[in-house]
């Protein structure tokens, strides 16, 4: 699945959520002041429930969808690490004579993505073929920035 579609995909929720806060504010603000113009507690009822308790309702509602849809997106996103891991297996018949802690990758070369937080072995499913993806700089290694990848499991001397 592509970037693409995966947001497409999630972008309801995250939407909905985001209308729902912002109508949901405008109707606590119109409803604080109704009421600020009101003396007695009688005249300021109107107000809680027409604009002020609807729009906490909103509020709530509109945080639910967002925490929904930032899920739904972290799902996709492993959904697809895990298809780049099972197609990165090797489909021929010396795969299943691979040892099950043998390493995913082999190549020297290290890798990072900018703006991520871990550094690769060029061939590591998780870079191998992205364009954007650039060497390591030993500097942020040794500052502690990047940590080694769970997958590819680079060596920690080449820093």
Known sequence: ??????????????????????????????????????????????YLASCTVPGAALIVAGAVLLVHGRDAVAALRVEELYGLLVAAEPADADASARPADA???????????????????????LVAGK????????????????????????ADETG
């Open 1 to 46: 699945m592509t970037r693409t579609a995966r947001l497409r995909t999630a972008h309801p929720a995250l939407w909905a959520g985001s209308a729902a806060l912002g109508a949901g504010a405008v109707l606590c603000v119109l409803g604080w002041y109704g009421i600020s113009g009101e003396r007695y507690a009688e005249r300021q009822l109107p």
């Open 131 to 154: 364009p954007e993806a650039v060497p390591v700089d030993g500097k942020l290694i040794a500052s502690g920035e990047l940590r080694p990848c769970p997958i590819c499991e680079p």
């Open 103 to 125: 390493p995913v990758a082999v190549g020297r070369e290290m890798l990072m993505v900018p703006g991520g937080t871990l550094w690769h072995r060029a061939d590591c499913p």
